[in-house]
């Protein structure tokens, strides 16, 4: 958290960074405890700000689906992050038929992880996904 702290606000940084950031930070959820949580809210707060700013039609379907995955995994440590929500659902909605099997299955996961917290996404994005998953099995 201490380099993305320090990196954050370059103008340099960009949706691989933060899609990075927050996936490692996943990765690591151990680590992340309250002192570190409370340290580093800033940080966890820019780092969300910045990728908000940065999801665009333009975003990958690998940096939502680490963002979706990696959101559901941090959901009770990192608040912060749950304001994504939308804007991810958005997202992977313009990305659909872009989404690796891998990719659209991680998004699944992920809104069947939260289903008890954010039904909505399980109701938004899923059948998207499902329908084009299922499209190409029939190529």
Wanted: proline fraction near 5%; hydrophobic fraction near 45%; include cysteine.
């Amino acid at each position: 958290l201490r380099i993305v702290a320090n990196m954050i606000d370059s103008p340099m940084v960009n949706m691989v960074h933060v899609s990075t950031a927050i996936h490692r930070l996943a990765r690591l959820r151990h680590t992340l405890d309250d002192n570190t949580e409370r340290d580093y809210a800033a940080t966890l707060d820019n780092l969300a700000n910045k990728t908000e700013t940065l999801l665009d039609d333009r975003t990958g379907g690998q940096a939502i689906a680490n963002i979706f995955w990696a959101t559901a995994k941090l959901w009770p440590r990192a608040p912060m992050l749950q304001r994504l929500l939308p804007t991810l659902s958005h997202s992977s909605k313009w990305v659909a038929g872009g989404f690796s099997p891998r990719e659209a299955s991680n998004i699944i996961w992920s809104a069947a992880s939260l289903r008890k917290v954010a039904p909505q996404l399980a109701e938004e994005v899923v059948p998207t996904l499902m329908e084009q998953l299922l499209c190409r099995t029939e190529e």
